[in-house]
């Protein structure tokens, strides 16, 4: 139980409250990479996000001036099934109109917001107006939403505890970002650009493809990878089976790190083993496509791919996720509400192939990376696993943390102590 100090207070005794706004679509110019543009897609249960979908330009900035949000405010969504998802602003920031966020006042702790909010996403769907096709929290009932508030002595000791695990997680999700960055560039580097090791011994020749190393062929798709169509009865596999739904897939990210269950979809589904690589084939300018870190069941909607080699593995992986096949999958998919690509027509991409010395470094380098991401991605989840335990007894005052001894660190805090790898 919390103690006798914690108050009870409402959203708007705590902060200021701003609707996100989507700038006019038709004006490009608006958009581009100099601020966050972010939306309940976005926000994927991390506490900041790394890489959103979309952002703005400065000109899109200060179209919004007045919906700027500063560092350290709490996002929460207010809308669909998405309803109640919390993330914090990492930078300055908007957000669309699907998103509430809260700007904290100097008397609270934002870090301690944040997290008090991430036990509460039930009761805030529970707000949402009933009787609408798409349910939504509106900003004066979300202004009222009550949490508990301990004095801010005991709101930064439960933050810097919570926050060990997160900062964590945050520096790992960085570092998964920037292993998948260099995996593309080096593809870019030696497959687009021809910038490989010892290229200064061959001459460029005319290819079909323009100009290409001497020495170097031109493949399709077709000739390296393939579909693997294993279809399997939901009925008959174990409801706990790890599975992938094309929600589960992050766009332009190879790192899969979020999974639900079979039991939860009833749909037929698709048996992959782990290394196997799952592209989206519904809407491929979403850009899905990623590395399974294991085994088990997707959607009917992924197409699973498998090198028919061991050696064109990293090849194949590289080929599949880049910009340009996508945009080739999007260009040939057919259909127009929900655009489908065909297996049958991607493996006609036409890519080059290098002698095999270069193709086994290249391949030695990438599974490295990939092995390395998968390491990362089972890591964040423990310390998810142990955070999520710790939190609602935090949050609620059942673990007392008056005795906890904190630091002040450039004006943060944090604990005295490592975060424990496991909580009984």
């Known amino acids: ?9 409402r959203i ?26 972010i939306t309940p897609a976005d926000m994927k249960g991390d506490k900041f996000i790394v890489k959103p979908e979309r952002g703005l330009s400065s000109q899109g900035a200060n179209f919004l001036a007045n919906n700027s949000l500063p560092p350290r405010s709490i996002a929460v969504s207010c809308i669909g099934w998405q309803m109640g998802k919390v993330a914090m602003i990492s930078s300055t920031s908007f957000t669309n109109q699907q998103i509430n966020t809260i700007i904290p006042c100097n008397s609270t702790n934002p870090d301690f917001i944040y997290y008090s909010l991430c036990t509460r996403q039930q009761e805030l769907r529970n707000l949402g107006s009933v009787g609408t096709r798409t349910p939504i929290l509106i900003k004066s009932t979300f202004e009222n939403f009550q949490i508990q508030l301990p004095p801010l002595s005991t709101q930064q000791k439960i933050a810097a505890i919570l926050s060990s695990y997160d900062d964590l997680i945050e520096n790992n999700t960085r570092h998964i970002a920037i292993l998948e960055e260099i995996v593309q560039s080096l593809y870019q580097e030696w497959f687009v650009r021809f910038q490989f090791p010892g290229r200064e011994k061959n001459r460029m020749v005319a290819s079909a493809l323009g100009m290409i190393p001497e020495g170097w062929e031109l493949v399709n798709l077709s000739n390296i990878a393939h579909e693997i169509r ?15 739904g094309l929600e589960h897939l992050p766009r332009k990210s190879i790192a899969l790190s ?6 939860e979809v009833q749909s037929t589904k698709l048996i992959f083993k782990k290394g196997e690589i799952l592209f989206g084939k519904i809407r491929p300018y979403f850009h899905k496509v990623g590395v399974a870190p294991l085994d088990g069941v997707c959607s009917s909607d992924t197409i699973v791919i498998l090198p028919k080699s061991d050696r064109y593995y990293a090849l194949v992986l590289c080929c599949v996720s880049s910009d340009d096949f996508v945009n080739y999958a999007t260009k040939t998919s057919q259909g127009t509400k929900m655009p489908r690509a065909s297996w049958d027509v991607l493996v006609k991409y036409a ?74």
């Open 258 to 263: 979020e999974w639900g269950i079979a039991g």
């Open 1 to 9: 139980m919390s103690g006798y100090d914690w108050k009870v207070v």
């Open 351 to 424: 890519l080059v192939m290098p002698p095999a010395p270069i193709l086994s470094q290249f391949d030695e380098l990438v599974r490295e990376f990939v092995l390395n991401i998968q390491t990362l991605i089972f890591r964040n989840r423990t310390l998810r696993r142990t955070r999520d335990l710790l939190l609602p007894k935090l949050i609620s005052g059942e673990i007392d943390v008056e005795q906890l001894k904190i630091y002040s660190n450039g004006g943060t805090y944090e604990s005295s102590r490592e975060p424990a790898a496991t909580i009984s």
């Open 230 to 244: 294993r279809g399997v009865n939901p009925n008959s596999i174990d409801p706990e089976t790890p599975y992938l």
């Open 12 to 37: 708007k005794d705590i902060g200021k409250v701003i609707t996100g706004r989507t700038p006019p679509t038709a004006i490009k110019s608006y958009f581009g990479n100099n601020y966050p543009f």
